[in-house]
């Protein structure tokens, strides 16, 4: 608890957004753990609960932080990146679980609908092999989206706006389970399961999903993984683009940023090419992603109605969330 002036707020230990996450994971994570040991997965213990450990240390300093009054800023930085650590474990290790496949990708239907726009990833990746600097600009662009996440939760963390922070880590919490669910009723694995560029067109631009790429996804999708390492994850879903959605998501939580906001407009407008060229997506899958954005955040919008920090360590929240009191006196009753 905390005194603010002649009143004392007594702080929950989670905002709601968090106790979502925790949740997700939470069920997540049990299905994960269980789909192993059914299956008889070999699956790389040692290096998960590192990340796990990394996790939960920083969701453990932020409560400290939170509990003591100390921070507010630090604990809900701390508490964002340390949640959505784990969930993108979870998440990743559920899709993988979700293989093999349990009906043919769609791939082709979305190929044909490529072309009725007039669109062909070889030819897109030639067209690059042969624009050396915005093949590369692409490329460092494309990698660039998860530095960005956590870049925004500093920003927007240290930055004392809850509620954009809260908006953020909620749409990437959602996007990704839409996202994921949509695949696991209609796969798609992305344009390099159907095209074979291996030579000169692959050779010139090195794309980052290339042949070889699309030759391990499609065993994937008739074999299932034998072993589940962090090591060895790679992007599963094509449809909608995931890394569309990232993007969207941080120039939108970047538009109350007065630096930094134009700055990662210039890179995710080059994530989007880099989508197609390194990421062998369809050009639908970045309609679908910015749909899927668009959407997701006009929801966490509305869900999310906490009060952004004034004071560092005073902070708002939904009604139900905070509890004023008078005095000390009228302290009686309440747990310590």
């Not at 679980?97 to 082709?108: C, V």
């Not at 999310?304 to 009191?325: K, L, M, P, R, S």
Request: charged share 15%; net charge neutral.
């Amino acid at each position: 608890m905390m005194r603010v002036g002649n009143m004392i707020l007594v702080k929950p230990w989670l905002w709601p957004v968090e106790r979502f996450l925790r949740n997700t994971i939470l069920v997540l994570g049990a299905f994960d753990l269980g789909m192993v040991y059914i299956r008889h997965i070999g699956f790389d213990w040692f290096s998960y609960s590192f990340f796990f450990a990394l996790g939960i240390f920083m969701i453990a300093v932020g409560l400290f932080y939170r509990s003591s009054g100390r921070s507010e800023r630090i604990s809900m930085t701390l508490m964002a990146t340390g949640l959505l650590l784990l969930f993108t474990i979870v998440l990743s290790v559920f899709g993988y679980l979700l293989l093999p496949l349990w009906r043919e990708p769609i791939d082709p239907f979305l190929v044909q609908v490529d072309a009725w726009f007039g669109y062909s990833w070889p030819d897109i990746v030639q067209f690059a092999g042969r624009h050396p600097f915005l093949n590369e600009l692409t490329r460092y662009a494309y990698l660039s989206s998860i530095p960005q996440m956590a870049l925004l939760f500093i920003i927007l963390g240290f930055g004392g706006k809850q509620k954009e922070l809260h908006v953020f880590i909620l749409s990437i919490t959602a996007s990704g389970l839409a996202t994921l669910g949509f695949w696991a009723l209609f796969p798609a694995f992305g344009t390099s399961v159907l095209y074979d560029i291996s030579g000169s067109i692959e050779q010139a631009a090195r794309p980052l999903v290339g042949s070889a790429y699309g030759a391990e996804l499609l065993r994937l999708g008739a074999e299932g993984p034998k072993f589940i390492s962090p090591r060895d994850m790679g992007g599963l879903v094509a449809f909608p683009s995931y890394h569309t959605i990232m993007a969207i998501l941080a120039m939108y939580s970047a538009r109350t940023t007065r630096w930094w906001f134009p700055i990662l407009v210039i890179i995710n407008l080059f994530v989007l090419p880099g989508v197609l060229i390194h990421g062998g997506h369809h050009l639908i899958d970045v309609f679908g992603g910015l749909l899927t954005a668009c959407c997701i955040i006009y929801v966490a919008r509305q869900v999310v109605t906490g009060n952004e920090i004034q004071d560092d360590g005073v902070f708002g929240a939904a009604e139900q969330e905070i509890t004023f009191i008078k005095s000390s006196s009228d302290m009686s009753g309440l747990h310590p």
